[in-house]
């Protein structure tokens, strides 16, 4: 599988954004997916994950309430809906398809990754 986000750019803090991230290639319908972030200097951490049927998903706390994870198998298309974006928001945003059919928030659960869109929210 071969990924390729968009979606990301400059917003005001309060405001909203929605990444895509479009498979191509095998399996991305049978496994879990997942986006993460990484903000300058930090490493990269866990943002949402959905299993492979789209019924599990799995939130960081931080995002809990404010951001939305989707996908469209028939479409080999995951999203990511961000409302109330804070300045903390800040960071490359990289999605990833999973080597299993149900959510991990581990890296290391994730086989295929895209090549990461920046989202910049200023205060």
């Known amino acids: 599988v071969q990924l390729q986000a968009s979606g990301g750019g400059l917003v005001q803090a309060g405001g909203s954004l929605r990444l895509s991230c479009v498979a191509s290639g095998r399996g991305f319908s049978s496994n879990a997916v997942a986006w993460f972030r990484q903000a300058a200097g930090k490493e990269r951490e866990f943002v949402a994950a959905?299993?492979?049927?789209?019924?599990?998903?799995d939130l960081a706390e931080s995002v809990k309430g404010r951001f939305t994870i989707s996908r469209d198998n028939a479409k080999n298309t995951m999203y990511l809906q961000m409302n109330s974006l804070k300045s903390e928001d800040t960071a490359i945003y990289y999605c990833?398809?999973?080597?299993?059919?149900?959510?991990?928030?581990?890296?290391?659960?994730?086989?295929?990754w895209g090549q990461g869109t920046q989202v910049t929210v200023s205060s």
């Open positions: 959905l299993n492979w049927d789209g019924r599990d998903i």
């Open positions: 990833a398809s999973g080597k299993y059919r149900w959510t991990t928030t581990a890296p290391q659960g994730y086989a295929a």
